[in-house]
């Protein structure tokens, strides 16, 4: 197996012992022979290309924070085929319009952990949404790279 976890990049003690269970058992967690023996949240929908669920272990403040995990074991968004990207889209726009998601946001990292932030290198998809902002909230913050230059 190739490198698929990046412990550097968990964000809780939870995903971190998970993590570590994960590589022991030497698999991809999010494969889906595997996914269902880690992941803990109910699958939200099956399409085609992708499993919707919710984040096992959702960024602090969110309100929804969804998973779509692709079926196929890739790492970059460009081996994926023109129906997979559609499914995507359609699925996330689904749960936007069913839970009356008024904003969020939409991220993919691809690639190599080390240049996304990421702890997994099997292609997912994130869709987040927290509250309004207002008086005495803080923002969202999540890796999605590294800075070209260094800090002086």
């Known amino acids: 197996m190739t490198r698929t976890l990046n412990f550097s990049h968990a964000r809780t003690a939870f995903q971190r012992s998970v993590m570590r269970k994960i590589a022991r058992d030497k698999v991809c967690p999010f494969c889906m022979e595997h996914f269902l023996k880690y992941h803990t949240k ?10 919707l669920t919710e984040n096992f272990e959702p960024y602090k403040g969110s309100k929804s924070h969804l998973l779509a ?16 990207q559609v499914e995507l889209f359609a699925l996330f726009g689904g749960e936007v319009r069913k839970r009356s998601i008024p904003g969020g946001a939409l991220f993919m990292r691809f690639g190599n952990t080390e240049y996304t932030g990421g702890s997994v290198e ?9 509250g309004k902002r207002g008086k005495n909230k803080e923002p969202l913050i999540t890796y999605l790279g590294y800075s070209v230059r260094s800090k002086k």
Not at 69 to 84: E, Q, T, Y
Not at 122 to 130: D, K, N, T, V, Y
Request: charged share 20%.
């Open 42 to 51: 109910p699958i939200i929908k099956k399409g085609k290309y992708w499993v």
């Open 122 to 130: 099997h292609l997912h998809a994130q869709l987040i949404s927290g």
């Open 69 to 84: 995990v692709s079926k196929k074991h890739v790492r970059n968004f460009v081996d994926l085929s023109p129906a997979a």
